[in-house]
Nanobody, 121 residues
Framework: QVQLVESGGGLVQAGGSLRLSCAASGSVFSINAMAWYRQAPGKQRELVATITSGGSTNYANSVKGRFTISRDNAKNTVYMQMNSLKAEDTAVYYC???????????????WGQGTQVTVSS
């Protein structure tokens, strides 16, 4: 079983910055893609950014140029630096990861519990 624990959310004024972290623990043999999603009140969960084990990244158009996803493979941790935050970035942010739990390549997909990001205008 693989657990993901997020941290770094909070309240910030528009134009400010926050850095989210998500650490994977438990039966982790390897992690492939890691991602951040977010869900605002009354809206569906949406993909914000992804990063592969090799470091290739993709972003939602709404955050391009403002958010940066990165990872530390040695620590099984993914980060997201969020700059120039806007009120519309307010949401619960969830970490997601997929990979294998052992050498037999038993797959896993895990979600974090979510961390609240609130941007005041």
């Amino acid at each position: 079983q693989v657990q993901l624990v997020e941290s770094g959310g909070g309240l910030v004024q528009a134009g400010g910055s926050l850095r989210l972290s998500c650490a994977a623990s438990g039966s982790v043999f390897s992690i492939n893609a890691m991602a951040w999603y977010r869900q605002a009140p009354g809206k569906q969960r949406e993909l914000v950014a992804t990063i592969t084990s090799g470091g290739s990244t993709n972003y939602a158009n709404s955050v391009k140029g403002r958010f940066t996803i990165s990872r530390d493979n040695a620590k099984n941790t993914v980060y997201m630096q969020m700059n120039s935050l806007k009120a519309e970035d307010t949401a619960v942010y969830y970490c997601n990861a997929g990979g294998f739990v052992d050498r037999r390549l038993q797959p896993f997909v895990s979600w974090g519990q979510g961390t609240q990001v609130t941007v005041s205008s």
